[in-house]
């Protein structure tokens, strides 16, 4: 599978720079990609020794289902999304998603959130696009709190009432 040998070139260029390759990360951007390449993409960093592995969501497989999978096919290596935008999904969704992954993989998940842009958010999801900025915050804020297994109820944007998910340990 000649797409795949980049990870190996990459890991060999920074070994000959004597730069360590084992801390380094791989995002992937799932276009023109299966989900079994993003799959073996991802096991194979954590085989080669690399420290991560961000899935990219524009348009293409749904980074957060991807994760689940790789909750389940990866031991050690932090896992993530490399932005995923907050204006696509309803904010107990985000709550929701965070949690179950971090469940699925104790330590390992980081959850980047985006604004997106209105082409996407607007003409591609047919959802408003107001505040991006304002907006993203509060949902950070919603997720944190209910991360933290706390009862959300938010009056600004975005709305949740009544929000109680279970919290990961």
Do not use: C
Not at 57 to 65: C, G, I, K, P, Q
Not at 101 to 124: M, N, Y
């Amino acid at each position: 599978k000649g797409r795949f040998a980049v990870m190996s070139e990459l890991q060999s260029d920074a070994a000959t720079r004597g730069i360590n390759a084992a801390s380094p990360g791989v995002v992937i951007a799932a276009r023109r990609l299966s989900t079994s390449d993003v799959i073996e993409l991802s096991v194979l960093a954590e085989k080669n020794g690399w420290s991560g592995a961000w899935l990219a969501e524009v348009l293409s497989l749904d980074a957060t289902v991807l994760l689940g999978a790789l909750t389940q096919k990866t031991s050690r290596i932090e896992l993530g999304t490399a932005i995923i935008p907050v204006s696509t999904r309803s904010a107990a969704l985000l709550a929701m998603m965070a949690s179950t992954l971090s469940q699925l993989a104790p330590g390992r998940i980081s959850i980047g959130f985006g604004v997106s842009t209105p082409e996407i958010v607007k003409r591609r999801h047919d959802r408003p696009v107001e505040f991006p900025l304002g907006y993203a915050s509060g949902v950070i804020d919603v997720v944190r709190q209910a991360l933290k297994g706390e009862r959300v109820d938010r009056e600004a944007s975005p709305a949740v009432n009544d929000l109680r998910i279970e919290a990961p340990e």
